[in-house]
């Protein structure tokens, strides 16, 4: 017994060594489910810099270079499973930094476990906006989650000028029961209001996870009147919607949050998608020399034809060059130094969505967009053809790989304070 | 609400109900045999429709992809009749239930490990786009649906009559110890039961696959529903199902259009409550007396 404990500690000692020669980041999403595509493409884009970083020898850190090691677990899109992973991340002493999450219900269930211990977190590609307005909710002082990722008021705001620009005034607004669906209806229908009412809601309608038959709540929307479908969900759902319309001849467009564009949507409702658009960040098209790279480096080394979900695999590629500057600049690998130099990057960190030129800033609870990395010009709306996520328009191709090229105008609000 | 908006709900139900009935009629089968019911037979239908997308997915044609797909489903209802219903009834116990629960919960681990946990399209030659009739919109997909599950109950049943094995099975069903008496193989007809039933689950996979998508999890509501059918119609009327199925089935729509999305289980637990309250041997069903 007593050996086995010398041998345990030695072990642990062992290990605790090595731990301090890397940078640990943990990677977290869903890997398994329907949330799948969003999960494994953001943790495939992050991998996919992270071992850029490495090969090019790793991280300089206080003149050492250290290479970036990953810690990664499946919350398979489970609130609770989302809770006991960020307990476990949250025990560890020596993690630098955590990326990850794709939905807004895991974010809430178990970023306090983190934030409690000031591990610094990037939340990507989860978007739904309770998961920082629950910090400015509670008037967390100092915060030590980040966001990377165009959250649903940019987007709700995007969707409903979309249908308002197109001339629609009677509009569905459709959303699923989870806490993304609701947040992203409250979202919509404040937007709405803020239009001023340009838009008629002629009908609310509500589906669960795992539905497959929207025949209901879509002939009431057809029979209201509706001429287009707001709608907030996830892929499986979003495609029964997209197939139940086609069905009943219902030919009103589909407008709705970003993850109308992922793979399992687009398979699943396959020409019936057609014409749908959404938000999005990133569009599988090699605008840029960069994106090019980076496109044809995931094609190549996940062996795959498209990226399962575009905007999830760039997002989580630029947050991982966000928190290696980072680390470089606090010039330690301490989460607690990591975060405050997250809040003042000094160098502009060139990005495959945009160059990312002091993304964040100082937190203050009563302005979550100190911790938001996305604004309006980084977000053009996609849509889906045959197959493919591309650009809704041809002026916004032109902004996103200007953005892309050219450093982003500091952000104003963080300049003025 | 305008008449078509009825018509419309109650035809796109009572099409899916189709699906209900075809799944309780594979409780029926195994039920008439041997007393006994395949509790699993929600995972025999979704590990059938997951074994059937490979098939097309190497490149087997539609059409060739289906008798291989009820080739697996009556294989697999053999498995479950040799590893956990014969043992049971050999012994007089009632161990099949919690055999073929255990049984089906292999069957869901097993294809969440082969076939991973996310929900797949399921492709079909068969066209989506909805045909006009009668100011209903539906999909030849779904009227694949009626044809195949009335194609196959009717082909069983033409062989529970005419054929001299369909009269065994006949016989074995109306009184197990005579039949043996007249030099029928309770046991092989035990096992051709369960063999048509896992055929017959695995139809239903074929069929609801293009519209539902595949899924480990893809049963677990359609099982809920056909085994509602299964009592309210009485487990011993082909006829019966087919039509409480397509009820059902039209019920539920309506009442998530008229009561909301979230209150579509609750005329199948309502029905069974009543059935099970009012008329135990269902509605279609043959009160049986028992000698002593």
Request: charged share 20%; aromatic share 6%.
């Amino acid at each position: 017994m007593f050996k086995q404990i010398v041998q345990g500690s030695l072990l642990l000692t062992a290990l605790g060594l090595t731990a301090g020669d890397t940078v640990k980041i943990a990677l977290t999403g869903p890997f398994s489910g329907g949330s799948a595509p969003m999960g494994t493409s953001a943790r495939d884009g992050s991998k996919l810099a992270i071992a850029e970083i490495n090969a090019a020898g790793g991280i300089l850190v206080g003149g050492k270079k250290m290479k970036i090691e990953i810690v990664e677990r499946d919350d398979e899109a489970k609130n609770e499973r989302g809770a006991l992973i960020a307990q476990e991340l949250a025990a560890m002493s020596d993690l630098t930094g955590v990326i990850g999450t794709v939905n807004t219900g895991v974010c809430m269930a178990g970023d306090k476990h983190l934030q409690e211990k000031g591990i610094t977190k990037i939340i990507c590609p989860a978007a739904g906006s309770a998961s920082m307005t629950q910090w400015s909710k509670a008037g967390v002082k100092d915060c030590s989650i980040f966001r990377f990722a165009a959250h649903d008021g940019i987007q709700a705001a995007m969707v409903v000028e979309e249908a308002i620009n197109r001339k629609f005034t009677k509009v569905a607004v459709v959303f699923d029961s989870t806490n993304y669906g609701v947040s992203g209806r409250d979202d919509m229908l404040d937007q709405i209001k803020k239009q001023g009412s340009k838009l008629e809601v002629v009908a609310q309608e509500k589906f669960n996870i795992g539905d497959k038959d929207m025949t209901a709540q879509l002939l009431r929307a057809k029979s209201a009147g509706a001429q287009a479908i707001l709608i907030w969900g996830i892929g499986p759902e979003l495609a029964a919607i997209s197939n139940g319309m086609a069905k009943i001849g219902m030919k009103a467009p589909l407008i709705g949050g970003w993850t109308l564009s992922m793979s399992n949507y687009i398979d699943n409702a396959g020409k019936n998608g057609n014409g749908t658009l959404m938000p999005q960040t990133f569009i599988e098209e090699p605008i840029t020399p960069k994106a090019k790279a980076f496109i044809d480096g995931y094609h190549k080394t996940f062996k795959v034809g498209r990226i399962p979900s575009p905007v999830a695999a760039a997002q989580g590629y630029d947050a991982v060059y966000l928190m290696a500057a980072a680390v470089k600049q606090a010039g330690s690998t301490d989460t607690k130094k990591v975060k405050e130099a997250l809040e003042d990057l000094k160098e502009p960190v060139q990005g495959v969505i945009a160059t990312w030129n002091h993304p964040y800033t100082k937190w203050d609870p009563a302005d979550v967009t100190t911790h938001e990395a996305f604004r309006r010009e980084q977000t053009v709306m996609g849509m889906v053809k045959d197959g493919h996520v591309v650009f809704g328009n041809d002026a916004d191709r032109e902004r996103l790989r200007k953005s892309a090229l050219s450093a982003t105008p500091a952000k104003i609000k963080g300049k003025k304070k | 609400m305008n008449a078509s908006i009825i018509g419309q709900m109650a035809v796109s139900g009572a099409l899916m109900g189709l699906v209900y009935a075809l799944i309780a009629y594979g409780f029926q089968l195994t039920f008439a045999t041997s007393k006994s019911i395949n509790f699993g037979q929600g995972e025999l239908v979704m590990v059938s429709a997951f074994f059937s997308l490979t098939l097309l997915n190497l490149g087997v044609p539609y059409w060739a992809m289906i008798p291989g797909g009820l080739l697996f489903g009556a294989i697999m209802g053999l498995v479950v009749e040799r590893a956990g219903v014969r043992l049971a009834l050999e012994q007089k116990s009632e161990g099949w239930i919690l055999l073929t629960i255990i049984i089906g919960l292999f069957f869901f681990s097993a294809a969440e490990n082969l076939w991973g946990r996310d929900d797949r399209p399921f492709p079909t030659p068969i066209s989506a786009d909805p045909i006009h009739v009668l100011g209903v919109d539906v999909t030849r997909l779904e009227l694949s649906v009626a044809v195949g599950v009335l194609a196959i109950m009717g082909a069983i049943e033409l062989f529970k009559r005419r054929t001299l094995l369909g009269k065994a099975f006949e016989a074995v069903s109306a009184d197990r110890d005579a039949a043996e008496l007249m030099g029928i193989s309770a046991t092989r007809t035990v096992m051709l039961s369960y063999a048509l039933s896992g055929a017959v689950a695995a139809l239903a996979g074929i069929l609801v696959s293009p519209i539902t998508t595949v899924g480990p999890t893809m049963a677990s509501a359609l099982i809920l529903k056909a085994f509602s059918v299964a009592v309210v119609a009485g487990l011993d009327s082909g006829f019966g199902v087919v039509l409480i199925g397509m009820f059902l089935g039209a019920l539920e729509s309506l009442a998530s259009f008229y009561l909301g999305s979230g209150w579509r289980e609750a005329p199948g637990l309502v029905l069974l409550i009543l059935a099970l309250a009012v008329r135990p041997t269902g509605v279609f069903g043959k009160a049986i007396i028992r000698k002593v």
